[in-house]
């Protein structure tokens, strides 16, 4: 069932068909693709686990078997052990990278069974690693075993190629790419014998975990959306806007916050920005596959993203650009599907704020101080549960999107809080 470490270069990724994928993958031939012509950016697997399991030393985990350690004297406390594996969905090489910590640190070969799980799906362009200064505290509640997945397709999960529906209609396509996810994540949690979860994920894996908690409600036992994508409904005017310059609005910054610029005059070059985008969003492009495009200077585009998170040290930066830059250079496979699921502007092709009515499961969404995700999605589906079912809403301080990294201490006291609400 189990592979360790076994993440794929660009030299051996397979490409096989089950059931809920397409095998053609999506063409890429008419755009030259600077990182065929400079091989130096794939990363070999030893380096791979070695930048992965640094990371996690930085946030006090211990990767069993692995030669790299927390530094106990600086962090004041003692390492808790997790074991990384790739779980195996389907016969046809498929697998999930998984990270798993046991109640108490224990190994995951630990007999006795806890009460609950936590499963925690990253958000897009990021993988089990963005979880690094969450994973000790959330390993200290008692009774508890923590997971962490990639997505397949993701994060150092294997890279199946993938095709969406564009041509079928909007609702196959959407319906295509949902099912690609929600299903592997079905059979992982088949094969790795967990009968109820508690559902933890941050903007994509949000979105995702959505539509799985609607889909198989009877496997979930709370769902944490950590700053969803994909809930309201986009305005009507969205694409004819970005055809003309406009951005779309996303955030819930005051009026007045930033200086406001004349948006009655678009210049040509923006609205030709915008449009380029749109097209290459439309056809199922996505950031990494620009990062990726960049060969030698894709390292920088990734250095200059994590540089943004100024309240983490300039050695947690690095580890955190080391990590990103080895999964923006694996093979492209399902971030493609990006564009299936969203519009232009990250509004969902098919919003998650009538969907979630219906759902039958506890709620609780999480959102920055100053997320570019408004908050106000989650108080409307919230609004339209109408008490039906528990409903919890927070706003981390100090922090943005990544609130789990702007500010751990506060994102990590809101999950455990919700973690021991969850019925025996």
């Not at 927070?394 to 702007?406: L, T």
Request: charged share 20%.
């Amino acid at each position: 069932m189990f592979k360790k470490n076994s993440t794929p270069s660009l030299a051996d990724t397979k490409q096989f068909q089950p059931p809920w994928l397409l095998h053609a993958a999506a063409s890429r031939s008419g755009i030259l693709s600077l990182s065929k012509l400079w091989p130096w950016g794939i990363i070999d697997t030893r380096t791979q686990n070695t930048q992965e399991h640094e990371l996690l030393a930085q946030g006090g985990i211990t990767v069993v078997g692995s030669s790299i350690t927390p530094n106990t004297e600086t962090s004041g406390r003692s390492p808790v052990l997790a074991e990384i594996m790739d779980v195996d969905i389907d016969s046809h090489g498929n697998y999930i990278h998984t990270l798993v910590i046991r109640n108490g640190g224990k190994t995951v070969e630990a007999e006795a069974q806890p009460r609950h799980n936590l499963v925690m799906t990253h958000g897009y362009f990021t993988g089990v690693g963005f979880f690094y200064r969450n994973y000790y505290d959330l390993s200290k509640v008692e009774g508890w075993d923590i997971y962490s997945i990639d997505w397949l397709g993701m994060g150092r999960s294997s890279r199946p190629t993938y095709k969406g529906c564009r041509a079928e209609g909007e609702d196959k396509r959407v319906s295509h790419a949902e099912e690609f996810f929600v299903e592997s994540l079905e059979e992982w949690r088949k094969r790795m014998g967990i009968e109820k979860m508690t559902l933890c994920g941050h903007s994509f894996g949000g979105y995702m975990n959505s539509v799985y908690a609607l889909k198989y409600p009877q496997h979930v036992e709370k769902l944490v959306l950590v700053s969803p994508i994909g809930l309201p409904e986009a305005p009507p005017d969205l694409e004819e806007r970005m055809r003309n310059g406009y951005a779309p609005s996303n955030t819930d910054k005051p009026k007045g916050s930033e200086p406001e610029s004349d948006p009655s005059k678009p210049s040509m070059q923006r609205v030709l920005l915008f449009r380029t985008a749109m097209s290459l969003w439309d056809r199922n492009y996505t950031p990494q596959w620009l990062v990726r495009s960049t060969g030698p200077f894709s390292r920088r585009l990734i250095d200059w993203y994590i540089g943004r998170f100024s309240l983490l040290t300039e050695e947690q930066r690095r580890g955190m650009a080391a990590y990103s830059h080895q999964i923006a250079m694996l093979p492209e496979s399902s971030a493609s599907a990006l564009g299936d699921i969203l519009r232009p502007g990250a509004f969902a092709r098919r919003p998650l704020v009538g969907r979630l009515s219906a759902i039958s499961v506890p709620t609780t969404f999480m959102y920055g101080s100053h997320d570019w995700v408004e908050h106000t999605g989650g108080l409307e589906v919230i609004r339209r549960i109408g008490g039906r079912v528990a409903t919890h809403l927070y706003r981390v301080p100090n922090a943005g999107h990544n609130m789990h990294i702007d500010n751990p201490a506060d994102f990590n006291r809101f999950l455990v809080s919700e973690m021991k609400g969850v019925r025996a």
